[in-house]
Each structure stands twice: as C-alpha cells, then as structure tokens.
C-alpha cells in the first residue's frame, strides 16, 4: 500500500507492475483510488464517490479506462500533488 492507504497490491505483483502502479497513482492518484489484486486485476474508483469501479487487464488500459472517464465528468482534485485538472492537458 502507498502511504496514503489507498493502493491495493498483491504478492504475485511483478516488479514492472509495481513501477506502472505508482506511475499511475502519481498522476491520478488525487482523483481515483487505483489498485492491483490477483482476484480483481487493475481496478480504479473514483473519489468523489460517483459511479462503479473501472477495471482493465492492464496498467495501460486501466490508464485508458481512468483518461475517459476523467475527461467525461472531471473528478474534483483536492489532495496528493496539489493540481487541479487533466495532467495530460
């Protein structure tokens, strides 16, 4: 788990995947809670409390998934870097 809690990783995690994982929680991590467990795979939820889970087979669909989901309905960022909008604007 990152220090802040809110990662789920599993043993069974490969070192690449533990890389992708907290790439993607340094860019959306303010926004979503993101996650890897061997039941579930890549997860992400978003933190405003709106709507389901989004999951995916990997890190770079999950990033996918996170990208259209975002730029839909914008997630309010409050926390973690201390930037507010799209980090890929």
């Given amino acids: 788990m990152d220090a802040a809690g809110r990662t789920a990783a599993g043993a069974g995690m490969t070192a690449a995947d533990k890389a992708a994982l907290d790439e993607l929680m340094h860019h959306w991590g303010d926004a979503y809670e993101i996650g ?26 999950l990033l996918a998934e996170i990208a259209a989901d975002y730029r839909l309905r914008p997630v309010p960022r409050t926390g973690g870097t201390g930037r507010l909008g799209d980090p890929y604007a």
């Fill in 36 to 61: 890897w467990d061997s039941d579930r795979g890549w997860h992400a939820r978003r933190l405003d409390g709106q709507d389901g889970e989004l999951a995916a087979a990997g890190p770079d669909g």
